[in-house]
């Protein structure tokens, strides 16, 4: 006899709840090693050796949780798999995992490891290429092959990494270097073409952690909105009014930041053109001529007033300047910047995303302690381990 569909939804229920109750049940039980098990796991995504089992066992049999979350961020797959496996997928536009090694991961894992900073993943003048003794191809602005080869020879990435700048390596300005915005991958995925609008909502979506939708906001004045946005769009001025002026009123002021950069495909690099707009800014002028017309790359943050108060701004920075590093800098001093970090780090660790009061508690815990700590991410990932290694 088939079941019923309320049937198996009955039995389906009844299998989450036991699988739910065993998982506590061993929450519970659980002693000091097995939780330094499960949260070597957690963190390094590999089994630990015995030695360094024995070693987070003693930690945290002491109430040492953080020091034993920091013996397996010593594991050379914390930084080959786990980071690697977190930071890809935010330098495409398909956010996938399956591209690569390249320059904006690289660094991205260098920082970690180093304790650089995060909160100036958006504006240093910073990358991380491989170690002289790897014998790789020399980093190129125009080729990944530096990154591919020492992904594919294998490389150590907790050892084989050692941190430059961009304007050395890729003779771009000090002045127009804007952290991971401004490294050969970011360029070619969000740089290339387009209008460079593509940057602005990627790197909000990665790193503020908010889709454009999410941001809209149809009370910022209107007046630097480009002239390629129509004003009627389908003959409906309301649809304007109502829907792209709440993205475009607050993006293009702040997009303005990026309007002497681009991704040349034919040579294949970053292009940065001092004091000259980039033409991608003129497109489509016809749609709406009395648009605005950049003339440089002055931005300005119109949502420090309005519903997008909410993410958090530094009342120390002016919420306004010239090209992309101070905008990176805007970014990496809100509030949401540091929540987002943390959230993402808790959802890789915890592999779920907050769901309650105490995970919410949990996160603003952990956010208050990534920022008192100098914007470590690995004091995000200790934390996180320490809340989770019993669920």
């Given amino acids: ?40 796991d957690r963190i390094a995504g590999v089994p630990p050796s015995d030695s360094v089992l024995d070693a987070m066992e003693i930690e945290i049999a002491a109430g040492r949780t953080q020091q034993a979350a920091l013996l397996a961020m010593d594991n050379p797959a914390f930084y080959a798999v786990t980071l690697k496996n977190l930071v890809t997928p935010w330098t495409n536009r398909d956010q996938t995992v399956f591209v690569p090694l390249n320059d904006y991961t690289a660094t991205v894992i260098g920082m970690v490891r180093d304790d650089v900073p995060f909160n100036e993943l958006l504006s240093a003048d910073i990358l991380y290429v491989g170690n002289a003794g790897l014998g790789l191809p020399a980093v190129s602005v125009t080729s990944n092959t530096h990154y591919e080869q020492m992904e594919t020879s294998g490389a150590n990435l907790l050892t084989g990494l050692q941190r430059t700048t961009q304007s050395g390596v890729y003779g771009t300005p000090p002045a127009a270097t804007a952290g991971i915005m401004t490294t050969r991958a970011a360029a070619q995925a969000f740089f290339i073409a387009g209008t460079n609008r593509a940057m602005f909502r990627f790197t909000l979506l990665n790193h503020m952690c908010r889709e454009m939708e999410e941001v809209q906001d149809t009370s910022r004045p209107p007046d630097r909105i480009r002239q390629d946005v129509s004003r009627s769009p389908g003959g409906d001025a309301r649809l304007f009014l109502n829907n792209c002026v709440g993205c475009h009123s607050g993006m293009d002021p702040m997009a303005q930041a990026f309007a002497h950069y681009t991704f040349d495909d034919a040579q294949g690099r970053l292009v940065y053109t001092a004091g000259s707009v980039q033409p991608k800014y003129f497109l489509n002028a016809e749609t709406f001529e009395p648009g605005f017309v950049t003339p440089d790359d002055q931005w300005e943050n119109r949502w420090r007033r309005g519903q997008n108060a909410l993410l958090g701004w530094d009342s120390a920075l002016p919420g306004s300047g010239s090209g992309a ?3 990176g800098q805007e970014f990496g001093a809100s509030d949401a910047f540091a929540t987002c970090q943390v959230e993402k780090v808790f959802r890789n660790v915890c592999l779920r995303s907050p769901q309650d009061a105490a995970d919410r508690s949990q996160i603003s815990s952990m956010t208050s302690s ?17 809340y989770c290694m019993g669920n």
């Fill in 370 to 386: 990534f920022r008192s700590s100098g914007y470590r991410l690995k004091q995000a990932f200790a934390d996180a381990a320490t």
């Fill in 1 to 40: 006899m088939p079941w019923s569909p309320s049937r198996v939804g009955l039995f389906v229920k009844r299998v989450t709840a036991l699988v739910a109750l065993a998982a506590f049940a061993f929450a519970a039980d659980a002693g000091p090693r097995e939780q330094a098990k499960r949260m070597h």
């Fill in 325 to 327: 590093k101070s905008l």
